[in-house]
Nanobody, 119 residues
Framework: QVQLVESGGGLVQPGGSLRLSCAAS????????MGWYRQAPGKERELVAS???????KYADSVKGRFTISRDNAKNPVYLQMNSLKPEDTAVYYC?????????????WGQGTQVTVSS
């Protein structure tokens, strides 16, 4: 079973930047799409940004122009550059990787990394 581990979270002041990374315990093959989700206290988990294996990206309206998702290799599949952070970006951020094999979709999730934006 593949394990995903997020890193790069922490406490940052409003207007600051963080870069989240996602590392896999072993290479993931047949990746179809990757994404970052977040969940704030008392709220549902929401999609922040996603990227397909062909490079197509999608962003939540609230982060457009501030966040950038990028992909790398099979062991470190996806990153999230977060600029101009706001207090409302405070949440636990989760990495997600979806791979397709023989018509079946396999979803991998990390345990999450806390991002706190506060002065």
């Amino acid at each position: 079973q593949v394990q995903l581990v997020e890193s790069g979270g922490g406490l940052v002041q409003p207007g600051g930047s963080l870069r989240l990374s996602c590392a896999a315990s072993r290479s993931i093959f047949n990746i179809d799409a990757m994404g970052w989700y977040r969940q704030a206290p008392g709220k549902e988990r929401e999609l922040v940004a996603s990227i397909t294996i062909s490079g197509g990206t999608k962003y939540a309206d609230s982060v457009k122009g501030r966040f950038t998702i990028s992909r790398d290799n099979a062991k470190n599949p996806v990153y999230l550059q977060m600029n101009s952070l706001k207090p409302e970006d405070t949440a636990v951020y989760y990495c997600n990787v979806a791979s397709v094999l023989a018509g079946s979709v396999y979803d991998y999730w990390g345990q999450g990394t806390q991002v706190t934006v506060s002065s």
